[in-house]
T-cell receptor, first 115, second 114 residues
């Protein structure tokens, strides 16, 4: 799996948009970009994933650059409950039968939402 | 989504003993994964356990230390054997299915070895 690079920490004011960047310059054509977050003392929680088109769900939006070498997770209106470590991971589609489906976690970005 | 429970949620164990952690899922899943998260660190995959086959261990983890069972499509166990203080971590079960293309995580088991 391709490696990712994320800033170690970020602050965001409550109610503002949180934009979390991720670089994945060695991503392969069949690898998706996944975002998970881990709130303190809990298991990681799936947020969103995408291949090349921008994606949006009830939690967040994912913007992937045209060359797919980087992406940004957007939390449109951050709340105190969004304080967590956010992990950007690239991995093949589990439905593809392509082999390894493990998630390789980096150090992530610790997002602190400030009142 | 899949709902995952783990038992025990936490335990304090003596050096040299073994602990078996259970992972139960509310639906049948193809793939189950066991991760370790040492204090202040990110998650590290220990092994992948698919039903009907032997578990596949990652580099640095061996079956004698972390034996895994996967008797059916909704259940797995991880045993931490001959524990030492260095095994103090959170152990997390995760499941995957080709239907969802995402993985779900259990709440974790917090292990402290004295």
């Amino acid at each position: 799996d391709a490696k990712t690079t994320q800033p170690p920490s970020m602050d965001c004011a409550e109610g503002r948009a949180a934009n979390l960047p991720c670089n994945h310059s060695t991503i392969s054509g069949n690898e998706y970009v996944y975002w998970y977050r881990q709130i303190h003392s809990q298991g990681p929680q799936y947020i969103i994933h995408g291949l090349k088109n921008n994606e949006t769900n009830e939690m967040a939006s994912l913007i992937i650059t045209e060359d797919r070498k980087s992406s940004t997770l957007i939390l449109p209106h951050a709340t105190l409950r969004d304080t967590a470590v956010y992990y950007c991971i690239v991995r093949v589609d589990m439905r593809s039968g392509a082999g390894s489906y493990q998630l390789t976690f980096g150090k992530g970005t610790k997002l602190s939402v400030i009142p | 989504s899949a709902v995952i429970s783990q038992k025990p949620s936490r335990d304090i164990c003596q050096r040299g003993t073994s602990l078996t952690i259970q992972c139960q899922v509310d639906s049948q899943v193809t793939m189950m994964f066991w991760y370790r998260q040492q204090p202040g660190q990110s998650l590290t995959l220990i092994a992948t356990a698919n039903q009907g086959s032997e578990a596949t261990y990652e580099s640095g983890f061996v079956i004698d230390k972390f034996p895994i069972s996967r008797p059916n499509l909704t259940f797995s166990t991880l045993t931490v054997s001959n524990m030492s203080p260095e095994d103090s971590s959170i152990y997390l079960c995760s499941v995957g299915t080709s239907v969802y293309n995402e993985q779900f995580f259990g709440p974790g088991t917090r292990l402290t070895v004295l």
